[in-house]
């Protein structure tokens, strides 16, 4: 089967970081998070198209990535929400894949 | 303002139907200093949207509005260079969503502080300078709701004077 080129490529993504660091400097603070959530968005992407990168949490994850890039526009405050329960998702996950489910001591 | 569009292309005819309400807005000094560079090669609005971080929205072709800075300079004064052109390549991008809107278009206003690196992709000469970038295309079914509109401040007569209408 042919591999399936993928929608971006490490260069496409380092020069999207590039220019959104430059853009950070002149830009609102919060719009900071929205370029780092877009840059989220794109290594998922990349991952879509190689077999080696494909992770099924994170492809979960592209469409919360993707809505709540756009919050921000429109409401800030539920776009801090958004990244607060998006950010516990992803600890949630790193913890799963780390140690597994069991419950540490402290518990 | 679209941030989701469908892939389908843009017809030329109606693009250059935007580009001539573009042409319909107001230039200061009533002298051309503006110019427009359609967008709609796949790979040229690819690497448009690569340097331009802000121009998230998928949007298969860009009207790019320039203003020739050494012309608007010569024929405009300072305050011209600096501030009406800015202010008139605003208008002839709401021109653009006015007409695009009749066409059944979507639009996405983007603006970076990457524009140089806009013109080095698009091989803009110096002299010019990136006012906006106007995404074009099918407005996707499948996109988020419009934003919440805000209630203008509003003042009658003098700053500070309450204005009782609605709006």
């Given amino acids: 089967m042919a591999k399936r080129k993928p929608d971006y490529d490490v260069f496409d993504l380092a020069t999207y970081l590039v220019a959104s660091a430059r853009d950070c400097v002149d830009e609102p603070l919060i719009y900071g998070p929205l370029r780092m959530l877009e840059g989220v968005n794109r290594i998922i992407m990349m991952g879509k198209g190689d077999p080696r990168y494909r992770d099924d949490f994170l492809s979960k994850m592209r469409s919360r990535v993707t809505t709540d890039i756009l919050k921000v526009m429109s409401d800030r405050d539920e776009f801090k929400k958004a990244l607060d329960d998006l950010l516990l998702e992803f600890a949630a996950e790193s913890r799963r894949r780390t140690v597994g489910k069991r419950r540490s001591k402290s518990n | ?167």
Avoid at chain 2, 73 to 87: H, P, W
């Fill in chain 2, 1 to 167: 303002m679209c941030r989701n569009f469908e892939s389908a292309p843009v017809e030329r005819d109606k693009l250059e139907a935007l580009v001539y309400a573009a042409g319909r807005a107001p230039q200061g000094g009533n002298m051309p200093v503006r110019e427009y560079i359609i967008v709609d090669n796949p790979k040229y609005v690819k690497l448009l949207r690569g340097v331009t971080p802000s121009f998230l929205a998928n949007a298969p072709a860009a009207l790019v509005i320039c203003t020739d800075l050494a012309k608007a300079l010569d024929v405009m004064g300072v305050q011209g260079r600096d501030i009406l052109s800015l202010l008139d390549a605003g208008a002839a991008a709401e021109n653009v969503a006015l007409k695009a809107e009749e066409l059944g278009l979507g639009v996405s206003f983007v603006r970076s502080a990457t524009t140089e690196a806009a013109k080095r992709v698009l091989g803009i000469p110096e002299r010019y300078r990136v006012d906006i970038i106007v995404g074009i295309g099918y407005k996707s079914r499948d996109r988020p709701p419009p934003m919440k509109g805000s209630k203008p401040t509003v003042h009658h007569d003098a700053f500070g004077m309450k204005w009782n209408g609605k709006a």
